[in-house]
């Protein structure tokens, strides 16, 4: 471009565009490009130069679409390059750095070239030893690699059940390791192989807690032996607690929905589970020779026995937690099936017969006291609604005198009593209570059971007096009479029959023989299976006519039953026999008087 063009274009354009373009030939030459164009093509100059714009545009979007991934490999490209680049510069400039150092450590080693080269022959020795140590271990290898693998081998036995192999294998570990303990390698193969170790200890003891029979846990104890990790009393305690939680969760699986259920199967559990962690225990472990064995054996056997007293002692737990939540009018066939279970540990040493009797006599008093006051509460009712107009015209030939309605020697109710419904249905509640208790009626609940009907009686008696005073004033010459009628039925019918149940269920001839006296001493032990009639009656002694007074007449021997012994100290039986025949109903019928 020359100056006068320049010039032109100066006034021109003026700052339009900065100083730089000038120098830019391309710029001059599109500049005289536009100089030589007429108006109308300069005109649409701006239009061209925005739709090229825009051209190039499209093809710089479409370069870079099609080509994006060279872009990007560019880039990276680029940025590995500038990264290397620095490493490079910083090697060359560390490299810089170093070479002064190296050059003086070069001459230092020179300088000692000379004392090196005694030292050098060591040296070499110490490598050539090293060599020969490397050539050995190479010789041994396949040796070495079976040491190290021990730990491997040792859980892959232990894993599948091989406990023979890993026990053997646990003995070769102990030898190496009190042989080589300072070493770091066989250190970690200990640990691993203890490790293991305990894995098998689990494994055994787990076996131990689920159903194992006798060569099962003969087995496993031996491994827990040859194992040595416990000494024999804590062996023992191991090995009873592992069978007690089994049979804790047999136990626990029993249902608890119907306590007589529940108390037979867990009767039937203990009975042949734990008679037969017994027997292994004693297979196992011998107490026979307490003498013979070492110091501290005694101790050991005590293990034993005070494991089996506490699994009776939790047994009789549930038993009597079962007995209140009751059981119904079975609790002869569960005293059965409980007498059979202690019968069989007899012959292990730990009969426990005598515990349950408490057990089950408390529960037959407990009930047979609630049947009592249920007969009290109804009679009581009885009273309150009882009128004596209401009597049949058929009680007049009750009030003429008559023989006694019972034979001697039978237990038949007196038919008397009829002609008084409260005294009658008084009468069927008794006998229930009495057929209840007699499936289950020892001879220790004697006393409590004469106390607790002699109470009952008096109650009664009460009732009665209570009835007389609130009805008296109203009473006719005819309801005096028959009221006679009905407190003397009571004293003589009713009472004296009461008194020949109880001796039926208690007999005067076992008492004495259990007891030691003569039968004809019985009466020196208080209310001992007999009433106190005379206490009963003593509140009713201004209503009842006055008679001589008579002993009591006992029931004669002849006149008891052979089978009454069953009902007093009933023999163990096989679980869910009951003796039926031995069974003398002390009413008449199945439901006493009506």
């Excluded at 101790?299 to 007293?309: Q, R, S």
């Excluded at 038993?319 to 609790?331: E, K, N, Y």
């Excluded at 007899?346 to 408490?358: E, H, I, K, M, Y």
Aim: hydrophobic share 40%; glycine share 6%.
């Amino acid at each position: 471009m020359d100056v006068e063009d320049e010039s032109i274009l100066v006034s021109v354009f003026k700052d339009s565009f900065p100083d730089s373009w000038r120098d830019n030939p391309d710029f001059s030459a599109y500049l005289s490009e536009l100089s030589a164009c007429g108006l109308d093509k300069l005109g649409r100059e701006p239009e061209r130069l925005a739709e090229e714009r825009n051209q190039i545009l499209q093809q710089t979007r479409e370069l870079a679409f099609s080509n994006y991934q060279t872009f990007i490999r560019t880039a990276d490209c680029t940025e590995h390059i500038y990264r290397d680049f620095g490493r490079v510069e910083g090697s060359v400039s560390r490299l810089l750095d170093k070479l002064p150092r190296f050059g003086e450590r070069c001459r230092l080693v020179s300088v000692r070239v000379e004392a090196d080269q005694l030292t050098f022959m060591t040296e070499a020795e110490e490598i050539a030893v090293s060599r020969r140590m490397n050539s050995l271990t190479l010789n041994r290898h396949t040796e070495i690699l079976e040491i190290l693998e021990i730990p491997q081998l040792m859980d892959t036995c232990v894993r599948n059940g091989y406990y023979e192999e890993a026990l053997e294998l646990a003995a070769y570990v102990r030898r190496l390791e009190r042989k080589h303990a300072a070493l770091p390698v066989i250190q970690d193969i200990v640990r691993d192989v203890r490790q293991a170790a305990q894995l098998m200890l689990n494994q055994l003891l787990q076996q131990l807690r689920s159903n194992a029979q006798l060569p099962v846990c003969l087995r496993v104890i031996g491994y827990l032996r040859r194992m040595d990790v416990f000494t024999e009393a804590e062996l023992r305690v191991k090995f009873l607690q592992a069978r007690g939680g089994w049979l804790s969760s047999v136990l626990d699986a029993v249902p608890d929905d119907d306590p007589y259920v529940h108390i037979t199967k867990t009767v039937e559990a203990c009975r042949v589970h734990l008679f037969d962690i017994i027997t292994q225990y004693r297979a196992i472990f011998s107490d026979d020779d307490p003498l013979a064995g070492p110091p501290g054996a005694q101790g050991e056997a005590a293990i034993f026995h005070g494991w089996v007293a506490q699994r009776v002692a939790e047994f009789l737990v549930t038993l009597q937690r079962d007995l209140r939540r009751g059981v119904g009018p079975r609790l002869d066939s569960l005293l059965g099936q409980c007498m059979y279970f202690g019968l069989s540990f007899s012959r292990v040493g730990a009969d426990f017969r005598g515990q349950l009797a408490p057990l089950f006599q408390q529960v037959a008093l407990e009930a047979f006291q609630a049947a009592l006051q249920e007969a009290v509460d109804r009679f009581q009712e009885d009273m309150n609604r009882y009128t004596l107009v209401a009597l049949p015209v058929a009680l007049g030939g009750a009030l003429a005198p008559a023989a006694p309605g019972i034979q001697p020697g039978t237990l038949q109710p007196p038919t008397a009593l009829l002609d008084f419904p409260p005294l009658a249905c008084f009468l069927n509640h008794i006998l229930s209570a009495f057929n209840d208790l007699r499936l289950c009626c020892p001879l220790g609940a004697a006393q409590d059971v004469s106390h607790s009907l002699e109470n009952v009686l008096r109650a009664v008696t009460r009732v009665i007096v209570a009835f007389h005073r609130a009805e008296q004033s109203a009473f006719s010459s005819r309801e005096e009479d028959l009221f006679v009628q009905f407190c003397s039925s009571f004293a003589d019918d009713l009472l004296p029959f009461l008194s020949r149940c109880l001796q039926v269920l208690f007999p005067p001839a076992e008492l004495a023989l259990v007891l030691g006296v003569p039968a004809s001493q019985l009466h020196r032990y208080g209310g001992l299976g007999r009433i106190d009639v005379s206490a009963v009656l003593r509140p009713l002694d201004f209503i009842l006519p006055q008679k001589e007074p008579e002993p009591e007449p006992l029931l004669p021997e002849a006149g008891i039953p052979a089978e009454q012994g069953s009902l007093t100290q009933p023999e163990p039986s096989e679980p869910g026999r009951t003796d039926t025949a031995a069974e003398p109903e002390p009413r008449q019928g199945s439901g006493g008087l009506a």
